[in-house]
DNA sequence: CTTTGTGCAAACACTTTGCAAGTCC
DNA sequence: GGACTTGCAAAGTGTTTGCACAAAG
């Protein structure tokens, strides 16, 4: 984890961002919460360090990360947000039944998945490349727009 | 529809709940939203009847309705709820991979799932039956374990 | 007539914003 | 020193709660 920091600073620094001790603890809050962290939980983790953090600098720095690629974050049930260090993972793609086109989904969309499926039926998702076939934008309005059952 | 009403009385008093004109035009606003339907658009569509309904009721209906399984609610993205009458749909399926295990999806959790895909990538599942792969509760603990990347 | 539901207003919780002081480079 | 960040406090949003009155059964 200690190495990646200098990668952190080089990204926080390309993106004319500055580095400071609140943004680096904030950081290591995340990597210390394995996977999907609350916004709850990092609060508490940084506020244990530097009691004085306030919640509107974590939101701030929350929002940064996300915008220079270095936090994803995620959506999950209740309204409930999770954060995590974003890294290179598996490919999936939806492709549409009507034009043949192929649309790669975003780690974020599949971290969200995946996390409905986990949280529940505590079923963890192992496949490498899943395929769903439907309508892409496009053709949804061109198609016989069967608003049926799902 | 209206016959349908019928139903949705018996169920509301059969819990001890009142049908009152407020709940019957809440139910008939989630209807008249064409699956999932915001909190916001029920409000409105609501208040164009009758502009006296005040917020509160329509959340203490909501939850009413959902205690009582008329009306199932489904997280998008945002802290976005969306609400939709509850009715039979198609299945979808997790196949455990180490035990065969078959589980069914839930509605709701599929409607998220689906939710997810359109929200992100505008792009509209069509497939009736999915069937996703992996590992289910008990064989996460007794299997290879790999926390590797997703 | 009893119990439940409604409308209103106040209370809450969560997030965003303005700004002066502090800090990074 | 100049630009970016922080902490604080105030303002927004969205949701919940207390209570007297109204309505359903």
Partial sequence: ???????????????GGRVT?????????????????????????????????????????????EEVGLVVSAEIGKGEKVYEIARQKPHHHLVCQSCGREIEIG?????????????????QIGMKHIVLLGLCEDCQSGETESPGPM
Avoid: N, W
């Avoid at 609350?38 to 940084?46: A, D, P």
């Fill in 1 to 15: 984890m200690t190495h990646q920091k200098l990668e952190y600073e080089a990204i926080i620094r390309s993106h």
């Fill in 21 to 65: 001790p609140q943004r680096v603890l904030i950081l290591d809050a995340i990597c210390a919460g394995e996977g999907h962290t609350t916004f709850g939980e990092i609060l508490t983790r940084v506020k244990l360090t530097d009691p004085s953090i306030d919640r509107s600098t974590l939101y701030r720095a929350l929002d940064f990360f």
């Fill in 107 to 123: 780690q974020q969309t599949m971290r969200q998945v995946f996390d409905i499926f986990q949280r529940q039926h505590h079923f």
